[in-house]
């Protein structure tokens, strides 16, 4: 069954260095996006991905975040200088088409943890 | 304010017993309801999907209800399992903007032998 995976499973920084968090979506989907969760909390939307380029973002993505898709499998969330509160499980989620019945299917989520 | 809150924060059964999560929304325009499960340190699973014309929709185990007038939805498990302890998350989608999805903060199910 096709899965969306992503890599590391587990990073651990320190505080002012860069992450970039990397994801396979399911290969014929369409939108894709980044969510965070911090433990104990909800999940939280950071970014959705379209054709090649951002279609929506949150407040939590300011310009310490950025995304890519490099090369038409990947697609890459960077941190460009990680705060402690950056610590959580971030997730990538592709979905097929945004139509109102569209599902997310989650990768395993990264754990990061900013010290 | 679209909003979605789950009740309860968590909860703790016997094994082979059932239980009913509640999910209340302020979403929308409504366009659908997901129950997806959680387990511990993975992403979400859906289970289920509710759209404004279904009242109940059963995926095995899991029953859900959705009443679109009250903005309530429920989840039912019969039967639980060991396997069943994870969270159990609601998230309501509206029609329009990219970012549609409204999660809750999901309720904590603990079965135990």
């Known amino acids: 069954e096709p899965e969306v995976t992503q890599t590391p499973s587990h990073q651990v920084t320190q505080m002012g260095q860069e992450v970039i968090l990397r994801c396979v979506p399911i290969?014929?989907?369409?939108?894709f996006y980044w969510y965070r969760q911090i433990l104990g909390q909800k999940v939280e939307f950071l970014v959705s991905f379209y054709n090649n380029e951002i279609s929506e973002k949150s407040e939590i993505f300011d310009d310490q975040f950025s995304v890519e898709r490099p090369d038409g499998s990947n697609f890459t969330l960077k941190i460009r200088s990680t705060k402690l509160e950056d610590s959580a499980m971030y997730f990538c989620?592709?979905?097929?088409?945004?139509?109102?019945?569209?599902?997310?299917?989650f990768g395993e989520g990264s754990r990061l943890t900013v010290l | 304010k679209n909003q979605v809150e789950q009740s309860p924060q968590s909860l703790i059964i016997l094994e082979g017993k059932n239980c009913t999560l509640q999910c209340n929304y302020t979403v929308s325009p409504f366009s659908n309801l997901r129950w997806y499960k959680q387990d511990t340190g993975r992403g979400p699973v859906s289970l289920t999907i509710m759209t404004f014309s279904e009242n109940t929709k059963s995926n095995g185990r899991y029953t859900a209800t959705l009443d679109a007038d009250t903005k309530q939805s429920s989840l039912h498990i019969t039967a639980s399992q060991l396997s069943d302890s994870a969270s159990y998350i609601c998230?309501?989608?509206?029609?329009?903007?990219?970012?549609?999805?409204?999660f809750g903060t999901g309720t904590r199910l603990t079965v135990i032998p």
């Open positions: 989620a592709s979905s097929g088409f945004s139509g109102d019945t569209g599902e997310l299917f």
């Open positions: 998230v309501v989608r509206r029609e329009t903007g990219a970012n549609n999805l409204f």
């Open positions: 290969s014929n989907h369409l939108y």
